[in-house]
Each structure stands twice: as C-alpha cells, then as structure tokens.
C-alpha cells in the first residue's frame, strides 16, 4: 500500500479506495469511501484534492463521521457536553470519566463550506439577528435551530472574557433561544506586575499566577457541573489522568507538525494537516480514535519523509499561514499556486502544547486555557508565529482574515508589525476569506501567486 | 494635576480622584474616526485610539468589556511605546513605562468574577500610585465621594427634554459620539420624546452615591457594589441585567417604542437588539452607525418613519 504520496480527487479516491479494500484494508467502525460524505449532503468534497495515504483516508472519515458518532453516542447512554469557545480544556474535563462526550459546537463554522451553503445555516442565523457582520462561526446559531447536525447537548459551557465578540454575542443569542449556558470566566492574559508573582506559559507566554489561580477556580466550578452531569466524581486524580492522555495526544500532534513542516519534502497536504492541527481540540468527540488516526497520519508521514517522497516538488515556496479558513479549497489554491504551508497558527495552537503534569491538575488546565492566543495580546501572538516562522524556515506569510471577527480587525496589522520587526525580510500580505469564497477565488489566487513570485524572484537576485 | 482618561462606566473617577489625579472622561468625537479604520473595526475603538493617541503626558484606563476596546488598548499602548522609541524589537504593550492602563472587567457575575473586579481596581490603584498618584488615605476618599464623582456622565446624550404632548420611547444602546447625540433630536423634532435613556453614560450607567463612611471603611467593596452588582451591560453574561433594568422602567413610564443603536462591527450591542426587542414586546427600531460625523441620511429616515408608524 505504499504508493507515492498524491492528492487525489474524490472520484479518484473511489477507485483507489476499491483497490485498497480488495488488498484487504482495514478501517475503524466510522471507515468507509469518502464519497459517500457527498451524498450526505457535504457537496464541498467534490472539489477538494485529498491526501491518498489510508491514514487520510482514516482521518478524514473521523471528522465527516463526528455527528453521526454523537447521534450513536447518546443513543449509548452516554451525556453530551457541547464545550463552546473552548479550545482544549473543558473536553479534558469532561473525558476525566467514561459517560461524557465532549464536542465543539464552534466547528459547525465549517458546515456552510462543506455544504456549500445548501443547509442554510448562516440564513438561519441571519433571521435570528445574526448577520453577516458576525463570524462565519454564526452558522453554529443555525445548527441549534434546525437540529438537523449535532445532537442538542446535555450540558453546554461557554468561556467568556478575553474572547471574541462575536462568538459571545451568538452564544447570548443561543441562551435567549431557551439553551441554558454555563459561563466561564477566562480573563485576559496579563503578565506580572512588580511583586506578583509570574509563570512560564507552555506556549511561551508569561502570566501573572493570580491569573491561574482564578482560572483554576473556574475550573473548579465547571468540574461540580461536569460531576452532576456524569452523575459520579471526578477527582483530582481522574483529572490528572485525562491530562496525561490529553498530552499523549498533543505530542502527537506536535511530532506530525515537525514532520510535515520541518520536511523539506512536504509529505502531507495542507489540508489534512489544518484538520489534524484541530483534533486535540476536542478529539473529535473520541479521544482514543484521535490518538489512532494521529499515530497512523505520523507513520505514513515518517516513511514518506525516509523516502524523500513529498506531495508537491522540493522548489514549492514555504508560506506560514496566520488564521484559520473556513473554506476548505484555500490550502488547495496555495499548493496549485507552487507554495506549501510550513507552519501555521490556526488560533489552536496552544493546544498542542504539552500541559505540565507537575502541577495541580486543575492549575494545569488554567495554564493551559491562558495559553490560549486569543487571551492574550496580539504582541504575544505575534511573537509565537515569528518563532514558528523561524523554526520552519518560512519564506513569507499569509495572514487571513475572518470575515466580521472582532479581534480580526486590528490583530493583523499589529502581528505583521512584529513580524516585520523580527523577520524584517519575510513578505506578508493578508486578506480575507469568507466560508464559500467562489466569487473571491481568482483574487486570492491572484494575491498568492503574486506572493509566490516575490519569493521567486528574491531567491533569484544575490 | 495629570489627567486620567477613560470611557466605561466601570471605572469608578472616584477611585481615580482619590488617587489625587484628575478623571476626565473621553469626549469621544467621530472627528476623531479618521479614515483609518481597518476593515472589521469598531468606528468608536478607533475614534478612542485616534483621540488618546494625541494626548501626551496623560493616562488612560480602557476596560478589557469588548474585544475590540481590549485590543484599542493594546494598539494605543504600542503607539505609545513606538513615540517613545522603542521600536527596535517587540516590547510587551503593557510594561511598566505605559500609560496605558487594561481594566479586566469579568464578564460573569458570580462571586469569584465579582473579588476579581475588586482586585482589578486594586491593581488600578497601584497603577495610579506608580505614575505618580498617592496612596489614598481616610481623607482622600471622603473629599472624592464629597466631590460628586461618582458618576460617569455624558452631557452629550442627554435628551432635550419630556415633552408630555410627544410619543414617550426608549433609547438604548452603548457608547455614543458626540456628533451621534443628533439622534434625540431628531427623535423629538419627529414627534418623540427620550423617556427612557439606556445609552452608556446615562440613566443605566448611574450609580447611587453610597455612604461616605462605608467607603472609607472598605472603598474596593463599596465601589464593586455600586458598580459591578448595578450596572447591566451587553458584555455581561449572561446579559439578563439589561432587561431587568429595561423592562420595568419601560411598563412604568409607559414608553411605546425603542430605539436601539449600535455601531458598524459592534456585535454586542447588535445582537442585543433582537433579544431586548423581544423582552420589551414594543415596537423597535435599530440604527447602525458609522463613523461619520453626520447621522446619515437614511438612519434620519429611518426615525422619521419609525416616528410615523407610532404616532
């Protein structure tokens, strides 16, 4: 089965996936042709290109499977948690015991792309008073409403604070609704003043440690409510162990990205890698087929690597990618317009980071959650990308915007300020893209090819 | 005396005048909007960026109470430290030399959310002491509370006056520009009268003068009390405060319909308008403004025909 890496077409993929299952393929219980995606209405497959290892195979089928899996997962018995604005920590506390599965109501942002809009669900949100001057993330607002996706939740958490306006604002709307929301308070990440005390974020950041110690009374709290929900403790050490799996995931993750992106090959597609870089976000619903589905990616990766064999041709030029996209074509665009992405923060990036296992866990997970970009200034930010940048050797940067995101709006220019202060020769442009972004795409692909050039071209001059 | 800017109801003048400086609240004016808006940006964040960053040997205390007045701060304070030189490499936004002060007003309620309020206008005081306020003593809070600064208050949104031949509304909404203010007037020259001003700044933002020897026993509990326990916003959450202060008001002064405004990419007051709506069961109006410095043509339409279909 160790073809040379190619990014097939959907109807391509039908005819190797024969193949494959005719040399005796064997797949998770989710498994089987991506195909059969489109007829379930994610119509977006038909133009995408996809990674033709089994073990994209295997990951895509996670991700397009994950309502189905929450529908069957209730079906068990089992209490779903809709963990909103959360990106890596109350799903840690809720897979501390077996009966609760966590999901993130948030990744329904991607469904009007997938769907290429046929389910309505920023119409929907829309005639709720949520316009398209909020954030594609609106479409979540639709999902609840038409309950034609994910299961309603048992539980639904929401962090707020130091975080987007939007998300806030629809999650209000979605209380109004008759969804009742626990709230959690995350502040905004501020180092220590004189006579504080300070601590060393994992991602790289500094904290006053009254600032985790208030998280971790949050964290208290949303532990009681997760109790309740389960119907059994979670003690400490339930935590602590729900941590220790959460990091064997998330240094999966991390040796995938050092692969890929440290690889001058570029063994995997960006695609793929934008959905891997989200698993350790909520497992997509089931931890325990994450791992699997990392540790597999990992392994086609590392013989792809030994091999020197890569997707596209060693001369494509390494752009670091600064947001994430909701429509899924753009990493297609980048790599047909002769660039790779070697590195990128999709705004996930703090949940790749090993939590510490050496203090309190609840202490950890605050550490965790202020680790977070959007807690934090965009100077903060700013600096991690200009690490990663530099760590993976990128020859320029794209930054995207999110149509109606509020920290979009001058985040962009302050971290292109850093960037050009600390990489003062990487080219940066940004623009933005919207969730179906047809009528946009000869622009972007004009700008990307125009960027692309410009690396070309001072490759060429001495 | 140096002057302490600041636009939120959530910061108390009176703690900042008895610190020994002078409060000052931003007058804020779409003057200062400027055409350098970036796509996404709240006109009014820009219009307090604009303005501040003119004002030298001045402090300013921004609230962390929406992202885009959270990231103002951060924008002002790099400006600043880039007038100071300090360009040469990324410095944090908030270090010691900025003037540039980021109160994080929790957005929850709970008890937890409500010490943590306290402890930030702790961390404010000792803001204020290191750039060259005084630690407050016994007298220092009894002349502040004397002195009538509790409030925040906004001359420019206040209504003209209750005439009682005019259609009692409601107006609602956050900050306001100066220029913006031509709303009430446009509402009473078509035959309304602002009953009821939930504008930030006015009726909803106003607290009630405690006593001066409670506050002088315990200020930081005096001053979370009257402040965050009182006042209703649409970045609390959950934001049940607003209909609470609204409701009642709006059965007992018998208004009939209500103006809601927001500025272009303000999401928390533009979703507020469906759910008050709602709540109200009244007639309601939203107006969008931008950064300009005249109401536009079509939000003065859009009141003239609101005004029609009620009176």
Known sequence: MNEAPARLSLAEWDVRYDTLRQRGLREAWYGGSLSRHVEHGDRRLLSLRFDNSPAALRLWNLLLTEEERLHAARAGGKKIVGAMKDLGTVPILAYA???????????????????????????????????????????????????????????????????????????????????????????????????????????????????????????????????????????LDDVSASIRAANVVRRLLCALRDAVYGSPCCPLPALEMLIAEVLPVHFCSDRSETEAVLRELLAEVVRRVHCGSGILPQSAVRLFWVNPVADLRIPRLVEDCGGRICG???MFCHAQATIPENVPPLE????????????????????????????????????????????CATEGEIIRRVVTRELPHLPVIEFEVPSVADALL???????????????????KP | MKHVYYTSPFVPPVWIAAHGLKPCLMNVSARDTGTGTSPGECPYARAVINQASRRDDSLFVLTATCDQMRRAAEWLSLEFEQRRGKDEKAKDPYDLDSPVFLLNVPAT????????????????????????????????????????????????????????????????????????????????????????????????????????????????????????????????????GLARWLVPRIEQRSI?????????????WRAQYVSLAEAVKLPSLLLELGGEERLSAGTITRIQAFMESLR
């Open chain 1, 97 to 235: 015991v077996p009966g609760l599965v966590a999901f993130y109501p948030d990744g329904a942002w991607w469904i009007p792309c997938l769907m290429e809009g046929s389910a309505g669900l920023l119409a929907k949100a829309g005639a709720l008073g949520i316009d398209d001057t909020f954030c594609p993330v609106r479409a979540m607002l639709g999902a609840f409403e038409t309950q034609r996706h994910f299961p309603i939740p048992d539980l639904l958490t929401c962090s707020v604070g130091a975080t987007c306006d939007d998300f806030s604002a629809i999650a209000q709307r979605l209380e109004h609704m008759g969804h009742p929301i626990h709230w959690w308070e995350i502040p905004h990440r501020r180092p220590a003043e004189p006579g504080e005390e300070q601590t060393l974020l994992p991602t790289g950041a500094t904290v006053a440690q009254s600032e985790i110690a208030f998280v971790a009374r949050e964290l208290e709290r949303l532990r009681r409510v997760l109790q309740d929900l389960a119907g059994r403790s979670i003690s």
């Open chain 1, 344 to 346: 990128a923060d999709y």
């Open chain 1, 364 to 407: 950890a997970l605050a550490m965790a959650a202020l680790s977070d970009p959007m807690a934090g200034t965009a100077v903060d930010r700013g600096r991690w990308i200009c690490r990663e940048a530099r760590r993976f050797g990128a020859e320029a940067m794209v930054i995207s915007r999110i149509p109606g995101a509020s920290h």
């Open chain 1, 442 to 460: 000869p622009t972007l692909q004009t700008r990307v090819e125009a960027l692309i050039e410009t690396v070309r071209l001072r490759k060429v």
């Open chain 2, 109 to 240: 309620w709970h008890s937890a959310a409500r010490d943590r309020y306290r402890a930030e206008l702790a961390r404010l005081g000792r803001f204020l002491v290191r750039k060259g306020g005084r630690s407050p003593d016994a007298s220092d809070l009894r002349e502040s509370l004397r002195s009538g600064r509790l409030q925040l208050h906004v001359p420019h949104t206040d209504p003209v006056g209750v005439r009682t031949t005019a259609v009692p509304l409601a107006v609602v909404g956050g900050p306001l520009m100066e220029e913006h203010a031509e709303l009430y007037r446009v509402i009473e020259r078509n035959g309304g009268s602002v009953a009821l001003n939930g504008s930030e700044g006015c009726e909803r933002s106003q607290v009630t003068p405690g006593d001066a020897s409670e506050f002088v026993r315990d200020p930081l509990g005096m001053l979370t009390a009257l402040y965050f326990d009182s006042i209703g916003d649409a970045f609390r959450r959950p934001d049940s």
């Open chain 2, 256 to 268: 009939r319909g209500v103006v809601f405004y927001a500025y272009t990419w303000c999401d928390l």
